[in-house]
């Protein structure tokens, strides 16, 4: 006992001055994607043992300074930052495990979308992103610093810097809520939504304080320790892009204030930033930024040092910081309250879609689709659809939307199609038609499943039938069929283009009639159609995908129309009609039977960053009839293989293959570019 009393008064004069020392303040300059520096200098800092009493911050600078006031220790940052989706966090998209499958496929069919609205009724609407995701972000990562409060009370007394754009004036958070400080302090205008507070419209601070020692002076510091990411200035030569003009803009705003600020800074670390920019959220070119943090700060470390004697401090005195913060699980997460100061309004928005595809089997097509959400609650959706090619299209539709997922409508569409018709690799007809659809149904949305139900009425007119063989007239006759239709869809595919996981399946029931109930006077023609498709990856850069597709035809008295009749063929399932199963091989459309069974298998090797070799074979058998599709007489045989190479690049696929079937007997090839509408 007595010993521990004797250690405590040796120790009791070097806690008093280090109570009774000097104040220092870390101050952390705005960069966006260059302030993640800041975790790196951060990390050298608290090695030098220098004791934080304030940290103050600018935009990026805010965001880690804030989240450094409350207990979070740089470590915790540097794998904070290299988790995030910084994509899906710099976007207002929906989380996909929140996203109705319909609403997920229908965006997966675009390399362009675009919101829009006739009238802005809210400060939301004046940035390209709203912000959803990282109010969400910074709610959840400040739980328990929901309520207002002055920032002189967290574990660092923390200030960070914004403007108000109705005055120009600068604005200094000392007290708010968290989340909202941070916010507000990192909305560059144009591109995030500004934050409309207490009569205020807030912007970025790096507009009038990119890097405020001011700031951390007035609150006490009489030592400043700033950690600067700001890019110098650019002479003409480098003022060549929009992205360099708009730096330069922002830099110029608060230079000289800048400057002075500079001259009140007792340690300086400048980061090397060349050759990253303010949206350099890479994981590469973040890993990359803060380890040229550690090196700014590890260049100053004898300044650091001076700093510490200055401060009465001895060489080996570590200050005792806050930290660990309890970062809340997955669970905790969704019971978290986004701060309501910067949420954005929830609502359906209207969008302008576009998408863009080239190919060996159509050259170019381009389709936009534009959809308009209506009335108060944004229940009803009117949504117009044009499509450009040779296969031309066009279609309008209005859905009702009671409850979640649940939704009724009625379509129309018009498509002129201008395809050829192949038997076993020879062009048997060239045909040219009109189809007129109206649809009306209803189906029901969840993440992954969709359950759909409801009554086409299909009018088809050939216009030029040009028949290199003999073919069966009455298959191209003009005429129109009802046709009732179920489906079940599941899809968990983890990606559009190049997935690694999941599967997806469907199960739909066709019956064809011509007159509501019958077919030509006979029983109405039924079609069942079955598909499944797998990824599975044993290795880190190898997938394999099974997949299977079925349509058995029965009924109807075996007359079937070219509306109905199996199509197998081409590249992209329903291309040329909607019950078209592709085949690798076969790069046109070919007529087949009434049953249609195809097995397919592919191997998907990455070599390289986003690019693939890809070898595929199908395999499958036709009949007439499903009970003779095993019967050697009456059946027969379908094998096709293909190898090719694929670029996966942000306006979708490239890929170029070449390939084979028994029905072509000859050497084929296939390109495509974009993605699959």
């Known amino acids: 006992m007595k010993c521990r009393l004797l250690a405590c008064l040796l120790l009791l004069p070097m806690l008093l001055v280090a109570q009774n020392r000097p104040k220092v303040a870390v101050v952390l300059s705005g960069g966006g994607a260059k302030g993640t520096a800041h975790i790196g200098a951060l990390k050298v800092i608290e090695k030098a043992g220098i004791p934080v009493d304030y940290v103050v911050g600018t935009s990026m600078g805010a965001i880690v300074g804030g989240l450094y006031a409350i207990g979070y220790t740089p470590q915790q940052l540097d794998s904070m930052v290299n988790a995030q989706n910084w994509k899906f966090l710099l976007s207002d998209a929906p989380n996909p495990k929140d996203l109705l499958l319909d609403d997920r496929l229908r965006s997966e069919r675009y390399v362009l979308s675009i919101p829009f609205s006739f009238k802005s009724s809210h400060v939301s609407d004046a940035g390209i992103i709203k912000g959803t995701n990282l109010a969400r972000l910074f709610s959840t990562l400040t739980d328990g610093y929901q309520d207002s409060t ?8 923390f200030a960070c810097v914004s403007e108000n754009l109705v005055d120009g004036s600068e604005v200094v958070f000392h007290r708010g809520i968290l989340a909202t400080a941070m916010r507000s302090s990192m909305s560059i205008p144009g591109v995030f939504a500004p934050i409309d507070l207490d009569g205020m419209v807030l912007v970025d601070g790096g507009m009038v304080n990119n890097y405020p020692v001011d700031v951390a002076l007035v609150m006490g510091a009489d030592f400043v320790i700033g950690v600067d990411v700001q890019s110098p200035l650019l002479d003409a ?66 300044k650091l040092l001076v700093l510490k004697k200055k401060l009465g401090l001895s060489a080996d005195y570590q200050p005792c910081r806050p930290g660990p913060f309890p970062i809340p699980d997955a669970a905790e997460s969704k019971s978290i309250a986004v701060d309501p100061q ?98 009306v149904g209803m189906a029901k949305d969840w993440n992954q499943i969709q ?56 199960v739909t029931y066709n019956l064809y009639t011509d007159n509501l109930l019958r077919y030509k006077g006979d029983n109405p023609i039924s079609a069942f159609y079955a598909h499944w498709r797998g990824c599975f990856t044993p290795t880190r850069d190898l997938t394999i995908i099974p997949s299977v597709d079925g349509r058995v035809l ?124």
């Open 237 to 302: 030569e480098k003022l060549k892009s929009v992205k360099d003009i708009f730096g330069q803009i922002i830099n110029l705003q608060g230079e000289k204030k800048y400057q002075e600020n500079l001259r009140k800074t007792d340690v300086h670390i400048k980061v090397d930033v060349t050759g990253y920019s303010a949206a350099s959220f890479s994981k590469e070119a973040i890993d990359t930024l803060i380890v040229r943090g550690e090196h700014a700060a590890m260049a100053d470390w004898d």
């Open 554 to 677: 029965a009924g109807g008295g075996a007359d079937y129309t070219f509306a109905v009749d199996n199509l197998l063929g081409g590249s992209i399932a329903g291309r040329y009609m909607p019950q078209q199963i592709p085949f690798v091989g076969i790069n046109r459309a070919e007529l087949a039977s009434a049953t249609l069974i195809v097995a397919g298998l592919q191997f998907r090797q990455r070599i390289l960053k986003n690019q693939y070799i890809l070898v595929t074979g199908n395999y499958g058998r036709s009949s007439d009839k499903l009970s003779q599709l095993f019967e050697s007489m009456q059946s027969y045989d379908l094998v096709g293989t293909g190898i090719g190479y694929m670029y996966n690049s942000f306006l979708g696929p490239l890929e170029i293959q070449l390939n084979w079937s028994n029905q072509t007997k000859k050497l084929g090839w296939y390109a495509g570019f974009g993605f699959v509408f």
């Open 150 to 157: 002055s920032f002189s009370r967290l574990p660092i007394p």
């Open 342 to 439: 910067i949420a954005a309004p929830v609502s359906r928005e209207n969008k302008l879609n576009v998408g863009l595809r080239f190919d060996t089997e159509e050259l170019a097509a381009l389709q936009a689709n534009t959809d308009f959400y209506l009335g108060k609650q944004k229940d009803s959706q009117l949504s117009l659809t044009a499509r450009l090619g040779k296969r031309t299209s066009a279609r309008i539709g209005y859905n009702y939307q009671w409850s979640r997922g649940w939704q009724t409508g009625i379509a129309y569409q018009f498509d002129y199609k201008d395809i050829n018709i192949y038997n076993e690799g020879k062009r048997t007809l060239d045909l040219t038609f009109t189809h007129q659809l109206v649809r």
């Open 451 to 506: 359950v759909s139900a409801g009554i086409n009425f299909d009018n088809y007119r050939y216009y030029d039938l040009l028949s290199l063989e003999p073919v069966d007239a009455v298959k191209f006759k003009n005429g129109s069929l009802f046709n009732y239709y179920a489906g079940l869809l599941f899809n968990n595919l983890n990606g559009r283009s190049v997935p690694t996981k999941g599967m997806s399946w469907a």
